[in-house]
């Protein structure tokens, strides 16, 4: 099991992955939207938001709302950031969950 830090600090190079993403694709798929990733094995939940063609990490109460909510192990948050364990894959085998509306899904796959 990752440690909270290590999550964070994954969080932090998705971040940097993200801003990779080119400008006009980034302008094209990202709305404004909040996001939170549950992480249930340590019991910390990270929040986001998708704004301005960019993706922000930051603090907020656990009881917040997002648009976008993801959940996933410690573990498989780090393999995903890592490039080793894909997408679809862990969306199929059940190991990351996205509860979103429709349309959020298919900015999403566009940009994961």
């Known amino acids: 099991m990752a440690s ?3 999550c964070r600090e994954a969080l932090v190079k998705l971040v940097a992955q993200f ?5 006009a694709d980034r302008a094209k798929h990202v709305v404004d939207r909040t996001v939170s990733c ?3 094995d340590l019991d910390v939940t ?3 938001r998708l ?5 922000e990490i930051f603090d907020a109460p656990d009881d917040a709302k997002a648009d976008i909510k993801l959940t996933m192990a ?12 894909d997408m679809g894959r862990a969306l ?4 990351v ?3 979103a509306s429709f349309g959020d899904l298919l900015r999403l796959r566009r940009l994961l």
């Open 4 to 6: 909270v830090e290590e």
């Open 19 to 23: 801003d990779e993403i080119g400008e």
């Open 38 to 40: 549950r992480i249930p």
């Open 46 to 48: 990270f929040h986001g």
């Open 51 to 55: 704004r301005e063609g960019r993706l």
């Open 74 to 85: 410690s573990d498989d948050l780090i393999r995903l950031v890592d490039g080793e364990l």
């Open 92 to 95: 199929l085998g059940g190991k």
């Open 97 to 99: 969950k996205i509860d």
